[in-house]
C-alpha cells in the first residue's frame, strides 16, 4: 500500500514569491493535516482539512492556505514568502470517522521549502 | 486544552543498553498518545499509539511505551538500543475526532547511539 507522498521534494523560492506544495493522501484516508517544522521551533500544526473542508488551523497568519480536492489530496499555499517560512512541511492522513476515537496520522516525507 | 513536555531534549546510550525517553502530557480529555520517531531529512514513522485498550503498549524495533495515568506519564523503552535507534522521537497527545481533530508535539528527544 502506497504510503502519503508529497511533492516537490525541495522547492527553492526568493521573498515575496509564493509556494505551492502537494500531498496526495493514503488510499481511503479523508483527513490531510499539515504541519511545519522549522529548525529550532519543533513541529507546529497548521492545517486540517477533511472531506474537503478546512476543520482547523493553527497559529498561522492567512497567508498561508490551502485546500482539499475530491480526491482528497491537498495543497498547501504559502503566500508573500518570508525568510522564516523556510522549514520542512510535513503532510499527514488519517481516516477519519466522526464520532470515533483519534485517528492515527500517517506522515509523508516532507516538502523542504527555503526561502531565499 | 492539552499539552506534552519531553523530559530530555538529548538522550545518549550505548549500544545494548536500555532506553528511556520521557514525556508527561496534560489533556482535558481521555487521550490519544503516540509516539513517533523521525530520522535525518526524513518523515515521521510511528512507532507505536495508545487509544484507551492496554496501558502497556508495543510497537515496532522493540519499542514500548506505558500509559500511566496517575503519574500523566508516557514513557518510551527498549530493552537494547541498536545503532538504527538514532533519531529523534516525538511524543505526541491528540483531541479526540470530535474536538479540533489536531495533535499536539512535544519538542522531540533526540536519541544518540554509541558503538
Given at each position: 500500500e502506497a504510503g502519503v507522498t508529497q511533492s516537490p521534494t525541495h522547492l527553492i523560492k526568493t521573498r515575496g514569491q509564493q509556494a505551492t506544495l502537494r500531498c496526495s493522501p493514503i488510499s481511503g484516508h479523508t483527513s490531510v493535516y499539515w504541519y511545519q517544522q522549522a529548525l529550532g521551533l519543533g513541529l507546529q500544526f497548521l492545517l486540517w482539512y477533511d472531506e474537503g473542508e478546512e476543520r482547523n488551523r493553527g497559529n498561522?497568519?492567512?497567508?498561508?492556505s490551502g485546500r482539499q480536492f475530491p480526491n482528497y489530496s491537498s495543497e498547501l499555499n504559502v503566500n508573500?514568502?518570508?525568510?522564516?517560512?523556510s522549514a520542512l512541511y510535513l503532510c499527514a492522513s488519517s481516516f477519519h470517522l466522526r464520532g470515533a476515537s483519534t485517528d492515527t496520522q500517517y506522515f509523508g516525507p516532507g516538502t523542504r521549502l527555503t526561502v531565499l | 486544552a492539552q499539552s506534552v513536555t519531553q523530559l530530555d531534549s538529548h538522550v545518549s546510550v550505548s549500544e545494548g543498553t536500555p532506553v528511556l525517553l520521557r514525556c508527561n502530557y496534560s489533556s482535558s480529555y481521555s487521550p490519544s498518545l503516540f509516539w513517533y520517531v523521525q530520522h535525518p531529512n526524513k518523515g515521521l514513522q510511528l512507532l507505536l499509539k495508545y487509544?484507551?485498550?492496554?496501558?502497556l503498549v508495543k510497537g515496532i524495533n522493540g519499542f514500548e511505551a506505558e500509559f500511566k495515568k496517575s503519574e500523566t506519564s508516557f514513557h518510551l523503552t527498549k530493552p537494547s538500543a541498536h545503532m538504527s535507534d538514532a533519531a529523534e522521537y516525538f511524543c505526541v497527545v491528540s483531541e479526540p475526532a470530535?474536538?479540533?481533530?489536531k495533535s499536539t508535539f512535544g519538542d522531540g528527544t533526540t536519541l544518540t547511539v554509541k558503538p
Open positions: 498561522f497568519p492567512p497567508r498561508f508573500a514568502l518570508e525568510l522564516e517560512d | 487509544t484507551s485498550a492496554a496501558t470530535t474536538g479540533a481533530g
